[in-house]
């Protein structure tokens, strides 16, 4: 008489499933032995390829095609044929199969610039791209992806150790990758088999593991820290068991390793401890993960006076390292990524640019980004100096959106590519965001799920899309059946921009866009114990198209001492993905400044750098 079970959409393998048996209707209920089982992607419904990111002039590289289904998993069944192309160039025909994931050997450019890889079905149903490859005559750098926040079944996650390795290594194709498992659960045991792992799966040159555990305090005694380990043999976890405070897992840590083999990343979610840092051990702090987006937390740090560079992740707990999905409540947000600048993919090299805070932060797409200010790279200080230039290039996954160079935690100069100011623009993007601000306790605010309607006047609604960001399970557009001109909408925000494109046909002086967004409640596990969740007031907002002010409009909604926003603009066509950058300030400088520069695209992507000092001084 069961009605059964619906499985979850994460594909696992080691799901357990608990039966609970009443055999006398007494509700005297026991548990029969839980058998583990395997949980596999549906059929093909979407194509990513992985590819590097920086490589060299006639070096041979493999680029990574996988299919997947509409929740991210690897796909199961059988598989379409696909054609891959190369900047608008037929380059190779994948024929059908069985396999997931084919592995294109061997390709190599013999002319420097940048490499679009696009895939796409013989019907043409399912089509994606790969990272872009940035070509260059003689590299003395390169980007390398990982994951540095991400669990298993050995804490309150699922899968196993080696699920959670192959998945990095084979579906993710990360550079690097680390088992961050919560240590109030993690054994002895298990921590001696996952240093056993981590050196199993470890292969310079390939794939780099490094041994690691997250600290797992609550925020009001230091907060959530993962800690990095240069090499595995002979490390002890100083958990919270022997260390309840953050002085102490610093002074732990510090008694039994070398500094140099020591990198500890607090995170915001779960709020680690920003007004006190030890410089020798935290390099790194996690801005954004599948929680949401937390810039004002590295700010936080910046302000400090603390010298830290910005990394991202997923905290996903369910061995979809790199490459995580999302999820129906809580966490929204596809993962972010951590992005290493390094020589060369060794271990000592990723560690080194670990502690050397070359690195930087993205949402998740692969966004190449290199920033410098007088020549020097993220992460480095230099001598103080009345002029500075900051110069870089991004190279992005999508059209590219804006570029702003941020100066000691305050916008400084930004450039727009996106926004149409000519008033003959056909896509027009509406924007919901809330901050992710911190309330009382250092607790971030809540996730805001808006849902409402979009009303076109005075033209038609051809089309509305996410552009790239969605969340399969809460986040939804319709047009309505009984009045084509209106969108009925959900999505949720957390420090990042959800945005929808609208493509409009006849657009004329009369056009607007009407924006009615119902009454609703923040939401986010576990916040609610210190955070009472807050009603969100309905309202509406119109947008005529004539009175958009250099292409864009926004109306602010008052939600307790947080400014939410609604907006819409006109966006551009023909936008590069690609862009050079260089910025001045000349202006009242400090003897301690700070830089760093944000790239955004449309859909919202985004890559965060490393700062950048000038003057002041170093304890490191």
């Not at 009984?482 to 949720?492: K, W």
């Amino acid at each position: 008489g069961s009605k059964g079970f619906r499985v979850q959409t994460y594909s696992n393998d080691r799901f357990p499933l608990p039966v609970y048996v009443d055999l006398e209707a007494t509700d005297n209920f026991f548990t029969l032995p839980i058998y583990p089982h395997r949980i596999v992607g549906g059929p093909p419904a979407g194509v990513h390829g992985f590819a590097p990111s920086i490589v060299g002039v006639g070096e041979r590289f493999d680029v990574s095609i996988r299919s997947e289904d509409q929740y991210y998993n690897r796909a199961s069944g059988p598989v379409p044929g696909y054609t891959v192309s190369v900047n608008g160039n037929e380059y190779k025909a994948i024929p059908p199969g069985d396999d997931a994931i084919t592995v294109l050997k061997d390709i190599a450019f013999e002319a420097p610039g940048i490499y679009r890889f696009d895939i796409r079905s013989a019907d043409g149903k399912i089509a994606g791209i790969a990272n872009p490859v940035w070509v260059q005559a003689d590299p003395a750098r390169r980007v390398y992806w990982g994951e540095t926040h991400a669990h298993c079944g050995w804490a309150e996650g699922q899968g196993t150790a080696d699920g959670f390795f192959e998945f990095g290594r084979d579906d993710a194709r990360l550079d690097f990758l680390t088992l961050s498992e919560h240590d109030l659960w993690l054994d002895d045991f298990e921590w001696s088999q996952l240093a056993k792992k981590v050196r199993q799966y470890h292969e310079n040159g390939k794939f780099i593991t490094l041994l690691g555990y997250e600290w797992t305090q609550d925020t009001a005694l230091g907060g959530h820290h993962n800690v990095f380990f240069r090499t595995p043999e002979d490390r002890k976890r100083v958990n919270i068991h022997r260390a309840k405070y953050l002085t102490e897992l610093w002074q732990g840590l510090r008694a039994e390793n070398d500094l140099d083999d020591l990198v500890v990343i607090p995170h915001a979610h779960e709020a680690g401890e920003w007004r006190i840092s030890d410089p020798g051990l935290e390099k790194l702090v996690e801005i954004m993960s599948m929680h949401g987006t937390f810039e004002w937390y590295g700010q936080k740090f910046l302000q400090q006076g603390h010298r830290v560079g910005f990394v991202a992740a997923s905290d996903d707990h369910l061995s979809h390292p790199g490459y995580s999905g999302t999820l129906p409540r809580g966490l929204f947000q596809r993962g972010g990524l951590a992005a290493l600048i390094a020589p060369e993919k060794t271990n000592d090299a990723i560690f080194d640019a670990m502690r050397n805070l070359s690195a930087y932060a993205t949402t998740g797409e692969r966004i190449i980004l290199d920033v410098s200010v007088n020549g020097a790279n993220m992460g480095q200080r230099i001598a103080p100096a009345e002029n500075r230039t900051i110069k870089g290039r991004t190279v992005g996954t999508e059209q590219i959106d804006s570029i702003t160079l941020v100066k000691n935690g305050e916008d400084l100069r930004s450039e727009d590519f996106l926004t149409a100011t000519d008033g003959k623009a056909t896509r027009y993007v509406v924007g919901f965001w809330s901050p992710s601000d911190p309330q009382r306790r250092a607790i971030p605010r809540p996730s805001k799920t808006w849902s409402g309607t979009v009303h076109v006047r005075g033209a038609k609604l051809t089309r509305a899309t996410f552009p790239t960001r969605d969340n399969v399970y809460s986040d939804s557009i319709t047009i309505a059946k009984d009045d084509p001109s209106v969108l009925e909408f959900t999505v949720t925000t957390r420090g990042q921009e959800q945005s929808i494109v609208l493509e409009l046909d006849g657009v004329g002086a009369d056009t607007a866009i009407d924006v009615d967004v119902k009454p609703g409640i923040e939401w986010t596990p576990g916040t609610a114990i210190y955070i009472p969740l807050m009603d969100t007031p309905g309202f509406t907002a119109s947008f005529p198209l004539t009175k958009l002010e250099k292409g864009r409009a926004h109306h602010d909604v008052h939600v307790r001492h947080f400014v939410d926003r609604v907006s819409v603009r006109a966006i551009k066509d023909d936008v590069p993905m690609d862009h050079e950058f260089e910025f001045a300030d000349n202006a009242t400088v400090d003897d301690a400044d700070n830089y760093y520069v944000r790239v955004t695209q449309l859909g919202g992507g985004t890559a965060w750098s490393s700062p950048v000092w000038v003057g002041g001084f170093s304890t490191r």
